[in-house]
């Protein structure tokens, strides 16, 4: 599964958008839109699904609840707490569908990106079991990327790696470059945490997001990265890289 294409947009450009229900009201900007089956760069939308930034103001309560599908977020700025016990901008939480997302409550404003397959109907199902999954990056160490031939200058921290989903913050050293095309059997999404980098389409900056479904058709790159970047990767499907190198003319171009 995968979000569709987006390549790329930046958040704070989005407009603020409402909601309310039994859960509480919220204002949210939206990354994207949907599921597609991950079959390239045009594959349908066959099921509803989306990828958000969810701006809570202060004093904001997010009633306990059972996950109605699998919901993976990242706190991109501020903090919250969880059932009273705080947890930190770049803490990552995953939780299954049918366990419980305990109370949510905030003390200063916080943003916190969230993406789910299907649609978040909200029931008074009691949750069957409790699978979550809470990491902060500060207590994670940096190991080698997940794709074997990833160009040097790049680690990871894994949040949660299990079956074909895949969760952690990509690390790219200042001047790190990777002068190939590329396109992947899995989809990804990326937020830009801190830094920046160049990619196909310009100049990625902290809350930029792109979604690319695999396939051969969803090429991208060559990149640069001046200052180097933190990013958070979610990756879904299964893990396989393909790299041919790029026209020198391109690759030059990114360090202009
Ligand atoms: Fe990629």
Redesign the pocket.
Known sequence: MSRPWVDFINIDEQPLQNCANELGAFTYREFASGTTRNEGKNSPIIAPGKSIMLELESSSTISAHTAPVMIRAFIFEGKIKLDGKELPDRSYLEIAAGSQVPAITTSGKARIFVTYDGEYTITSAKATNNEIVIKQTKDLVWRSPVVSDFPGGAARKAFYDHGDYGSGILGILPEWESPFY?W?TFS?EILIVEGSIISSFGTMKRGAYLS?PGGEDTV?GPMYSKEGCLMLVLREGPIGNTFTPADPAEVASRKE
Do not use: A, L, V
């Open positions: 590329e992947h990804e690319h991208h």
